[in-house]
């Protein structure tokens, strides 16, 4: 039993990992609600931000709903009656930017405020506001043709049912996935069912590598990635002008259940054309742009382009504030420059975030904007590289030409032009800035000590830290608490200064993501981390479609080095239904894995169906139903088995940030 029960704690490190990019749509009830009305410093801040720009200029709000059909009303329930997506929550949105919300983030939140059904031209549909991103529905000969089948199975089903009722109860004919992140697949399974595709033949169209990327994108930080994606996305701030306005492509997440389906045709050439359901698509793949699976297509009968990710109304992120491997600048910007070629003849873009795109000359002229801007942050970057400024420094110095800067389109709502610098410099030169300093540093609580015993204690650091928040310089009041928050976690007055600089920070910011960072920050400086990490239940159907080696990758990974000094355990895993075979063993204090015959010198075998394995990882079984299921079996040394999986450590992503 022991046995058991500890395979079934080392689902935390597992399933952390496994899904991925999807680990940070995970619900959390917590509310971080900030009270704190904006400061003299930061109204006239906003104030000053909106004398720039044409913040009244009607053609985004015309184009935002134009081709409306009908609005949705009430909620989106779980299968147990939870709310998950409420569409009345954002009404607030509506007239002049309070003083709590920059003006030109609260102008593209009213955008993104947009929601229902909408007519992108004859024979094309979106639902848009039913979750982050947009389901396209295209008409076919027999049934409808979905693009991206958003995040959850609950927004997904819903998001379709609503479409029906204005357009028609047809069939799906054919499934369509853009790219490989879960916001665009996760809520297939509230589309169709897997046997109904097999049944009907229905295809199944995505980019080349995209069950590979889409089931094993920053696998082995997915618990990393999850809990900082809860200061990107801002999934605890309650949504109100103090709290979440938006997050730079959509509302917000719906945090339901998850799944995948396998596709049946992958696009694997850089220009294909195929025909679905009656209806020619000439496909393009752009791996590597917004994700590492990702393709375009138009539809020259519709004379219409989807961008997918490759561009959307804002700018997007080379390295999301959660973490993930580095996008190619000048990449993305050549894949844009190709689409102006692909887009001859074209009348409408739409993309499966924000809105579309009307009329030839403004869709080419989009594209140039975007491939200008990504091009014009990749060479000043490089230029200052080559002139010897560091990260810090070629982020404040940069900044864009008046005629991109003056195009809402390319303004930082989701990415921001000073973080993507940053990762500019890190693709090509690392995070370290050449500065030996740099090379060895003591960890930041520790050096924050020194700070504080330096500048005289904390009472003068916060004396200080008050004289610049009064001034309104709060990124120095930040700096300077920070330094205090990290030596001293206990200091409540510090904290709360601290959680103040913040929102005002956030209320400053344009990027919705920084937006919501700042305000997560200040909630979890008054109170705490999060208590509860994902919800793995919710991720059963996607890890069923999770190669065993990546469960096993995360495992190695959370493998406890020094405890597992001196111990050399070796396990057999037999998956039965899967057939697979796998030999897991500790050398030098590594967990190696192989896939062999099982070894006759194994301390134990686990032999049990892929489905359990996945359960058990999740823990969605309990001892109990593990105990007297006949799909598993333990033959061997079952000390050595406890011994072995002990070692696993378990990493629930609930660890702290600001306060460490």
Same mark, same amino acid.
């Given at each position: ?5 500890v395979?079934?704690?080392i ?11 999807s680990m940070?749509?995970?619900?959390h009830?917590e *509310?971080?609600v ?18 720039d720009?044409?913040? !009244?200029?009607?053609v ?6 134009r ?8 909620k989106?329930l ?7 997506h409420d569409?009345?929550?954002?009404k ?10 920059n ?6 939140a009213?955008?993104?405020a947009e929601m229902g059904?909408?007519?992108v031209? &004859? /024979?094309i549909y $979106? ?9 396209t529905?295209i008409? %076919? =000969?027999?049934?409808?043709i ?6 959850? @199975? ?6 379709l049912?609503?479409?029906?009722? =204005?357009?028609g ?12 992140h879960? &916001?665009?697949f996760?809520g ?7 046997d ?9 169209i ?6 590979e990327?889409?089931?094993?994108e920053?696998?082995?930080v997915?618990?990393?990635? /999850? ?5 990107q996305?801002?999934?605890?701030l309650?949504?109100n ?16 259940t ?6 049946t045709?992958l696009i ?11 209806? *020619?698509?000439v496909?393009?793949?752009v791996? /590597? ?9 138009s539809i020259?009968e519709?004379?219409a ?7 959307n #109304?804002?700018?997007?992120?080379l390295?999301?504030?959660?973490g993930? =491997?580095v *996008?190619d ?7 844009? !420059?190709?689409?102006i070629d ?13 809105w579309?795109?009307?009329?030839n000359?403004?869709?080419?002229n989009?594209?140039?904007?975007h491939?200008?801007t990504y091009k014009?942050m990749? !060479?000043?970057t490089?230029?200052l ?6 990260p810090?420094?070629?982020? &404040?110095?940069?900044k864009?030409? $008046?005629?991109?800067?003056?195009q809402?389109g390319?303004?930082?709502y989701?990415?921001?032009?000073r ?5 500019i410099?890190?693709?090509?030169l690392?995070a370290?800035?050449?500065?030996p ?17 330096l500048? %005289?204690?904390a009472d003068?650091?916060l ?10 310089e ?5 700096e300077?608490?920070?330094h ?16 103040k600089?913040?929102? #005002?920070? /956030?209320? $400053? ?21 999060p208590?509860?990490?994902?919800n793995?239940?919710?991720f ?16 190695a ?8 000094e001196? =111990? ?7 998956l039965?239904?899967a057939?697979?075979?796998?030999v897991l ?7 190696h ?7 006759? !010198?194994a301390?134990a075998?686990?032999?049990?169906t892929?489905?359990?394995?996945v359960?058990?990882m ?19 040394s079952?000390?050595?088995l ?5 070692l696993?450590e378990? #990493? ?6 600001v306060? @460490?």
């Amino acid at each position: 039993m022991k046995s058991i029960s500890v395979s079934v704690s080392i689902a935390a490190i597992v399933v952390a990992g496994a899904v991925a990019t999807s680990m940070y749509f995970t619900k959390h009830t917590e *509310r971080l609600v900030s009270t704190a009305d904006a400061t003299v410093s930061t109204v006239q801040y906003n104030a000053g931000f909106a004398k720039d720009l044409k913040l !009244d200029d009607p053609v985004d709000f015309e184009a935002a709903s134009r081709g409306l059909i009908a609005r949705p009303t009430g909620k989106i329930l779980s299968a147990n009656g939870t709310v998950l997506h409420d569409f009345d929550a954002y009404k607030f949105i509506d007239g002049p930017a309070p003083s709590t919300v920059n003006p030109s983030l609260w102008r593209h939140a009213r955008l993104n405020a947009e929601m229902g059904l909408f007519k992108v031209t &004859d /024979g094309i549909y $979106q639902v848009r506001g039913f979750d982050i991103a947009n389901m396209t529905i295209i008409e %076919g =000969k027999s049934g409808w043709i979905i693009v991206d089948t958003l995040t959850a @199975r609950e927004s997904a089903a819903a998001a379709l049912a609503f479409a029906r009722q =204005k357009l028609g109860d047809k069939p799906v004919s054919a499934i369509i996935f853009s790219h490989s992140h879960i &916001d665009h697949f996760g809520g297939v399974l509230g589309v169709i069912s897997a046997d109904e595709v097999r049944q009907r033949n229905i295809p199944v169209i995505a980019p080349k590598g995209f069950m590979e990327e889409a089931t094993s994108e920053n696998v082995l930080v997915g618990t990393a990635m /999850g809990r900082r994606s809860a200061y990107q996305f801002g999934r605890n701030l309650p949504p109100n002008a103090k709290g979440l306005v938006d997050t730079g492509l959509g509302k917000d997440v719906v945090y339901g259940t998850f799944g995948i389906m396998q596709p049946t045709k992958l696009i694997s050439q850089s220009s294909e054309e195929l025909t679905v359901d009656g209806v *020619r698509f000439v496909f393009h793949n752009v791996p /590597g742009a917004e994700a590492p699976a990702e393709l375009t297509f138009s539809i020259p009968e519709y004379k219409a382009y989807c961008g997918a990710e490759l561009v959307n #109304q804002t700018m997007h992120n080379l390295l999301p504030i959660r973490g993930a =491997k580095v *996008r190619d600048a000048l990449g993305w910007s050549d894949y844009m !420059d190709q689409a102006i070629d692909q887009v001859s003849g074209i009348e409408v873009m739409f993309s499966q975030h924000t809105w579309p795109v009307w009329g030839n000359a403004q869709i080419v002229n989009m594209l140039k904007l975007h491939r200008d801007t990504y091009k014009y942050m990749h !060479d000043q970057t490089v230029r200052l590289i080559n002139s010897g400024y560091t990260p810090l420094e070629i982020a &404040d110095m940069i900044k864009l030409p $008046q005629s991109l800067a003056s195009q809402f389109g390319v303004r930082g709502y989701y990415g921001d032009l000073r973080h993507n610098v940053k990762a500019i410099y890190q693709f090509y030169l690392g995070a370290y800035d050449g500065n030996p300093a740099e090379l060895n540093p003591l960890a930041p609580a520790e050096s924050s000590k020194h700070y504080l015993e330096l500048m %005289g204690g904390a009472d003068k650091v916060l004396a200080a830290a008050k004289s610049a928040y009064d001034k309104g310089e709060y990124r120095w009041t930040a700096e300077l608490l920070n330094h205090a928050v990290l030596a001293d976690p206990g200091n409540k007055s510090v904290s709360e200064l601290l959680a103040k600089t913040y929102e #005002q920070m /956030g209320y $400053q910011a344009e990027s919705a993501t920084w937006r919501n960072s700042y305000l997560t920050a200040a909630g979890e400086l008054r109170n705490g981390p999060p208590k509860k990490g994902v919800n793995r239940a919710d991720f059963v159907e996607l890890l069923m479609q999770t190669p065993t080696e990546r469960f096993l990758e995360a495992m190695a990974a959370a493998l406890n080095g020094p405890d597992a000094e001196g =111990k050399n355990y070796k396990l057999n895993l037999v998956l039965t239904d899967a057939k697979e075979s796998y030999v897991l063993w500790i050398e030098n204090a590594v967990l190696h894995y192989r896939k062999a015959p099982t070894a006759n !010198d194994a301390n134990a075998t686990l032999t049990l169906t892929k489905p359990l394995f996945v359960k058990m990882m999740v823990g969605t079984l309990g001892i109990k139903d593990v105990i007297m299921s006949d799909d598993l079996k333990v033959d061997g040394s079952k000390i050595e088995l406890i011994r072995f999986l002990a070692l696993i450590e378990k #990493q629930p992503g609930t660890f702290g940030i600001v306060i @460490r």
